[in-house]
Every structure is written in C-alpha cells, then in structure tokens.
C-alpha cells in the first residue's frame, strides 16, 4: 500500500471514430485496465457545489471515466498533492489503493463511471484523513 501520486495513471481509452460521421466508440478491456471489474457504480446529478469521494482505500483499485461533462480529481499520497481535471470520455484515471481522492467542481450533467477491482467492503475504506496519513506514515 506503498502507492505514491506517481502511480496515479491517466490512461487512453481507445477511440473508435465511426466514418459515417454516427459518433464515437470506446471500449475497455483488460489491457487497458491491470485488475479484474468485480464492481461498477456511477455519479451522476452531483450538485456542482458538492464533493464527493473524501477516502482512501487499503486494496481496492479504480478507474474513474468522465462518461459526460467534467470534474476535478484531487489526489493525495500523505506526502504529495495532485488535482487532475477528468473530461474527456476516452480517459480514464487510474487510482491505485492507498491514495486519498476527493472530486468536485462537477459540471452540470457530469457523470463518472468507475470501474472496481473489489466488491463493497467498509472495513477496506480510510474515511478519516488523519487516520489515513497515520496509516502512511508507518
């Protein structure tokens, strides 16, 4: 759970664009992504005053796709800081375990997908940021 901002990853998802002029198509498989989908959610109508996220995770890996409109990821090791802007529907951010994650500044309509390498476990989750940079820090 060593995980460092560096291994955050913004990753390209391939882009099928239809000659026809009908619109795009992207799809993910398991090379693009390195673990298993054992969950899939999505947010959607985040009021673009509000955040979401504020945890860490001790195994679970993401991977986090603006499907619409945009949002800001903002990452941290327990040492280094990082916000990524998330709007394009053909890249995906891969957040290893072990970094804190917060997303706000959604637009209106955003809608994020994420993609989980483990299904829902609380015991699995930092909610407290104290708690998490104590954790880090051993």
Known sequence: MNSRIDDVKLI??????????????????????PFSIKR???LYDVPSDSYRGG????K????????????EVSLDDGKKRKKIMLNKPNKGLLIPQGIWREMDNFSSG??????A??????????????????????
């Open 40 to 42: 899939v959610y999505y």
């Open 60 to 71: 679970l890996i993401q991977f986090m796709i603006p499907l619409s409109g945009s949002f």
């Open 55 to 58: 945890h860490a995770h001790k």
């Open 12 to 33: 390209d998802i391939p882009k099928i664009v239809d000659p026809k002029g009908r619109g795009n198509l992207s799809v993910i498989e398991k090379e693009i992504i």
């Open 110 to 115: 955003a809608i994020c997908l994420v993609l």
């Open 117 to 138: 390498s483990e299904e829902f476990d609380e015991s699995d989750y930092f909610r407290e940021y104290d708690r998490f940079k104590q954790f880090k820090l051993t």
